[in-house]
Nanobody
Framework: QVQLVESGGGLVQAGGSLRLSCAAS????????MGWFRQAPGKEREFVGI???????YYADSVKGRFTISRDNAKNTVYLQMNSLKPEDTAVYYC?????????????????WGQGTQVTVSS
């Protein structure tokens, strides 16, 4: 079992930055691929990015060049640095963990989810 707890959300003006954190329980954090997703009101949960244990990451086109995923395996924590935020980035952000081989952007491929943290970007 892996428990995930996100933090760092809040209200920010357009063009600003936030850093989300996702702390994971358990001793096998490095074995999990960590994903970030978001869900805006009335919309489906969408893929934001994925970070592998070795440090590589892949991003949705909508956030590429603005968001960065990093991991600290010693602290069992993954981060989502969000820069140049736009009002359309407003959503509840979730981190997720999965024993995944390769790249996946699908919600159903992840086994564990955090409770989510609200990010609101004002114009």
């Amino acid at each position: 079992q892996v428990q995930l707890v996100e933090s760092g959300g809040g209200l920010v003006q357009a063009g600003g930055s936030l850093r989300l954190s996702c702390a994971a329980s358990g001793r096998t954090f490095s074995m999990y691929v960590m994903g970030w997703f978001r869900q805006a009101p009335g919309k489906e949960r969408e893929f934001v990015g994925i970070g592998w244990s070795g440090g590589d990451a892949y991003y949705a086109d909508s956030v590429k060049g603005r968001f960065t995923i990093s991991r600290d395996n010693a602290k069992n924590t993954v981060y989502l640095q969000m820069n140049s935020l736009k009002p359309e980035d407003t959503a509840v952000y979730y981190c997720a963990a999965g024993r995944i081989v390769g790249l996946t952007t699908h919600v159903n491929d992840y086994n564990y989810w955090g409770q989510g943290t609200q990010v609101t970007v004002s114009s």
